[in-house]
């Protein structure tokens, strides 16, 4: 009997205290519109259902019980963003630790002279990256020898993608000559303003395929999430150039919107997989990304998670300890990695694919075929023999789509095929990415590879190798080849 005695002493007096501190706060809500946001509450918040949750914190905090479930407010209990990240901020260690990131020569050079004053830790700092990109036509004259070409095309460009190089990724390129490959990619120049045919601002449809804010949904059992239109460094050929870096400040995320996207994949049960993509999901902070895998992974029909992400290789230094650990939480996690040129395999780059294999993620790689930059063997070759070194397995060689001003960029579809003909036989199957239109008008993607058929001759199926040199293999009762007419099936 004295036990409960206590007991109902004790949440008596919790309630005269919730009671008496919810009186409080009325009248500080009350007072809230002269009090604005001087006094920490946030403008046009909705006062009235926060203060409650306060209240609870506060009353949890001094009393060892929750408050009666009488007085307890229901709540949806899975995290708020807000809630998240002021979590993850109370959680993180009084004092960074050190990020220990190598810098290759080149761009140690780079930055003493374009950025002296900048420590090694801040160069290392994917947020001072990030800050200190190269944006305006000012920056970009004072680094590079900018031709005529370069010059005009930077200085009448308005709307989205607009120029965007973080200094790391700029230390790899030619200062001078407006023909080097990465450079060429990042750099704007007249051809961007011309129209070839087919192309259009969004050519493989994916805004008809929209079916909630930043979900696209074209695929039976997977969806892409575009969660951001952020990207560390934008790309002349970009297929969504329509979205990312808009003007007017880069797109920001809502989490209305990403609330209305998780409420579309929980209706979902069909979908299996989600990908993130953007921008760049990588451009996100820790915490939002954290709560955002957080939130997909509990949802229980969704089998694995995949981020599509050019940062490792245009800005390493974000592939940190902490954003590793945070990736490694929400296994079974994939990522598919954007590479352009083996230039690109730096010693700052085996680190962040290094880091990412250690915890577990597996790596693939996604190249854009272009013209001028990457359509020859002999640079496609040490560009995925030096992915697998990283530990990152080839698997897209993508044909450029036909966005807007990208014709300059485009190869024929031939050029594709005599690449994967040329690793083909000649290399690891482990370096042969899957060639792939992706088909405009919502078609989605087509792989085309190179035909080793040559024809059949009866019962045998003809083969041609890697060397050109034809085999025949048993294949009774088969007609693979029989519509061929050629001399060797004749002989
Ligand atoms: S990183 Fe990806 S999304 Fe961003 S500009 Fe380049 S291709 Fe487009």
Not at 218 to 232: A, K, N, Q
């Amino acid at each position: 009997m004295e036990m409960w005695s206590r007991r109902a002493r004790r949440e008596t007096c919790t309630q005269i205290y919730l009671t008496t501190f919810d009186k409080a706060l009325n009248i500080a809500g009350l007072l809230h519109p002269l009090m604005g946001s001087r006094w920490g509450f946030r403008e046009g918040g909705n006062f009235g259902a926060s203060h409650r949750t306060m209240g609870l914190q506060i009353a949890r905090g001094r009393e060892a019980k929750p408050p009666l479930r009488s007085v307890r407010t229901k709540r949806d209990s899975r995290p708020r963003l807000q809630e998240a990240t002021e979590a993850a901020a109370a959680a993180a260690p009084a004092k960074k630790s050190a990020l220990r990131f190598p810098v290759n020569p080149q761009t140690k050079s780079f930055y003493k002279r374009f950025f002296p004053g900048t420590s090694t830790a801040e160069w290392n700092d994917w947020r001072w990256q990030m800050r200190a990109r190269i944006r305006t036509l000012d920056d970009l004259a004072r680094i590079f020898h900018l031709c005529d070409d370069e010059y005009q095309a930077v200085k009448k460009h308005t709307g989205s993608l607009p120029v965007g190089i973080t200094p790391y990724y700029a230390s790899l390129m030619d200062l001078k000559d407006a023909r080097e490959p990465l450079r060429r990619t990042h750099i704007m120049t007249g051809d961007e303003y011309l129209r070839g045919p087919g192309e259009a601002d969004d050519p493989l449809a994916e805004d008809h395929d929209t079916a909630a804010p930043g979900i696209v949904h074209r695929y039976p059992d997977r969806v892409l999430f575009l969660t951001t239109g952020t990207c560390s460094t934008y790309c002349r050929y970009c297929t969504r150039a329509r979205v990312v870096g808009n003007p007017g400040g880069e797109y920001q995320f809502s989490t209305r919107q990403w609330e209305q996207a998780l409420t579309y994949l929980e209706q979902h049960t069909e979908v299996r997989d989600v990908l993130l993509s953007g921008g760049d999901p990588l451009t996100l902070g820790d915490e939002k990304l954290d709560w955002l895998l957080g939130r997909l992974r509990a949802i229980k029909h969704l089998e694995f998670l995949r981020i599509g992400t050019k940062v490792p290789v245009v800005l390493p230094q974000r592939i940190t300890k902490s954003l590793v650990n945070i990736l490694a939480k929400h296994h079974p996690l994939w990522m598919s990695i954007h590479f352009t040129h083996p230039s690109e395999l730096t010693p700052e780059v085996s680190e962040a694919t290094a880091r990412l294999a250690d915890a577990g993620i597996p790596l693939g790689s996604q190249t854009v075929l272009l013209k001028g930059i990457n359509d020859d063997i002999a640079v496609i070759m040490p560009l995925m023999q030096g992915l697998l070194k990283r530990r990152v397995r080839p698997y897209y060689l993508y044909q450029c789509d036909p966005i807007r001003g990208s014709a300059h960029f485009r190869t024929t579809v031939e050029k594709g095929l005599e690449i994967i003909q040329g690793l083909r036989g000649h290399t690891t199957g482990y370096a042969t990415p899957i060639f792939a239109v992706d088909a405009p008008g919502g078609g989605g993607k087509v792989q085309i590879a190179p035909d080793f058929i040559v024809g059949r001759d009866g019962n045998d199926l003809l083969l041609r190798n890697f060397e050109g040199a034809v085999y025949r293999y048993p294949d009774p009762g088969g007609t693979l080849g029989s519509g061929k007419s050629n001399r060797l099936a004749a002989e």
